[in-house]
């Protein structure tokens, strides 16, 4: 690995002044699990790492009923599975957070990190979508907002400028009657890259039967995680049925535009699109109903 | 670029301090720097698990942990596991299930399963396959491995470590 300068900042603005002072040249460090492989490989070059985990805000994992879940942007995935309010809170979450990589990577590896990687495949991102999550960024000039849908540009590439940092994402309250449910296809148990992965949540209304909203994001089979408006616009005002639960179905099948690679063609992810994206609605619809 | 960092850590239970560079991760210090060689390089980029080592008491694979990240942390490797009195009940158990063959895997496996009996020795079997899905073995089949896992977990929760 090339040698670079190693940074451990301790507050927010540390860390914004210390990404600002190399530009492009920066790079955050939060549970490595991509960025130190990728460095190893020659894929990335930064000449110094910050690391934020010791900033009290990227290592935030808190919950109130007003402003919902506040997720620093380094708080490991175990963290937020072995938080019972967060699991009981956030079990779309929950299923993206236990399904990245092994035992070990889990023990490092971020949410917030599987955001800013900006890999197509991210497990973390359909969630963060589906469930209507927003990027807390801090930056030379302050703070700002970002739907997480709108944080990655391109495989690898996020929408941060040069200086700033991801310090958090904070996901709405859940509404009454509301799930969600992430399901990603591999073709073994575990520690494998989705295939294609799709993240549902639907809002019920009083009566448990009648679809409010919905939202639904695809993963690998577009250049980023996906969010297919359309498909959730589908359901609003329908009964929650089989027959509504297809036509988002082939909404979302529609809005994938997948490659052929080593993991699948793109007949196969198509496919799988609409498999996953009937077996998520139906989960996030049995979670309303119980929610 | 900078020269080398000076990190203080405590690894197996005694303070250790060390010299590395910026781009050396804890698998490297540990080989190189501190001849704790029983941490094995396998994949290097996190997929097969045997560079697992405890950091804080999680699991992690120190190929994707840097060197100086270990700064006031606490680290337990393959070399302490064992105690004077002897073998820790899984490095026993995988000896007498033969759940080894080249044993480049063995000791990412043995303190992955620690680390899961210790919190859960009631753990079953799917429970510790999931756990162990981060390491990977190319002799065995896991079926021996798994065994040994188990057979660990009924010692420990009859008086074992």
């Not at chain 1, 490989?41 to 990227?58: M, Q, S, W």
């Not at chain 2, 496996?109 to 899905?133: M, N, Q, T, Y």
Request: negative net charge.
């Amino acid at each position: 690995m090339r040698d670079f300068e190693f940074k451990n900042a301790r507050t927010v603005d540390e860390a914004v002044s210390l990404m600002a002072e190399k530009g492009s040249q920066a790079r955050i460090l939060a549970g490595g699990t991509d960025v130190i492989v990728q460095m190893r490989v020659g894929r990335r070059t930064p000449e110094r790492l910050v690391d934020i985990k010791d900033v009290a805000e990227a290592n935030a994992l808190s919950h109130d009923s007003e402003r919902g879940l506040n997720l620093g942007a380094a708080t490991p995935c175990y963290r937020i599975y072995q938080d019972q309010t967060v699991s009981k809170t956030y079990p779309g979450l929950i299923d993206a957070a236990s399904m990245i990589g092994g035992i070990q990577i889990q023990g490092r590896a971020s949410i917030g990190g599987n955001l800013c990687n900006a890999a197509p495949s991210a497990d973390g991102i359909p969630p963060l979508i589906a469930l209507g999550a927003i990027c807390v960024i801090a930056g030379p000039n302050g703070t700002r907002e970002m739907p997480v849908e709108d944080m990655c540009t391109a495989p690898g590439q996020n929408a941060l400028q040069d200086g700033e940092v991801l310090v958090s994402i904070r996901i709405p309250p859940p509404q009454k009657n509301s799930g969600a449910h992430y399901l990603r296809f591999i073709p073994r148990n575990e520690m494998d890259i989705a295939v294609a992965g799709v993240g549902s949540s639907v809002v019920l209304d009083g009566d448990k039967k009648t679809i409010v909203s919905a939202r639904i994001a695809l993963a690998s089979v577009a250049p980023t995680p996906l969010y297919v408006r359309e498909a959730g616009e589908a359901l609003a005002g329908k009964e929650a049925s089989d027959g509504a639960i297809e036509q988002a179905a082939e909404a979302a099948m529609a809005a994938a535009r997948p490659i052929s690679d080593m993991r699948g063609t793109i007949p196969q992810r198509k496919h799988l699109v609409g498999v996953l994206t009937r077996r998520t609605l139906h989960g996030a619809i049995e979670r309303a109903k119980e929610a | 670029m900078p020269g080398k960092i000076h990190v203080q850590t405590k690894i197996n239970g005694e303070e250790t301090d060390f010299l590395c560079e910026a781009r050396q991760s804890l698998l490297e210090v540990l080989r190189d720097v501190l001849g704790f060689t029983g941490s094995k390089e396998g994949c290097n980029d996190g997929n097969c698990g045997a560079c697992t080592v405890e950091l804080n008491g999680r699991i992690v694979t120190s190929c994707l942990v840097l060197g100086v990240e270990a700064e006031g942390k606490e680290i337990t490797t393959i070399e302490g596991v064992a105690s004077a009195d002897g073998l820790h009940p899984v490095q026993q158990a995988f000896l007498e299930n033969a759940a080894l063959q080249c044993g480049i895997c063995t000791p990412g496996f043995i303190v992955a399963s620690k680390a899961l009996l210790e919190k859960e020795p009631d753990a079953d079997e799917g429970r510790i396959r999931h756990w162990l899905a981060g390491n990977l073995c190319r002799c065995t089949g896991y079926d021996k491995i798994i065994r040994a896992v188990m057979d660990a977990g009924e010692k420990m929760k009859t008086g074992g470590r």
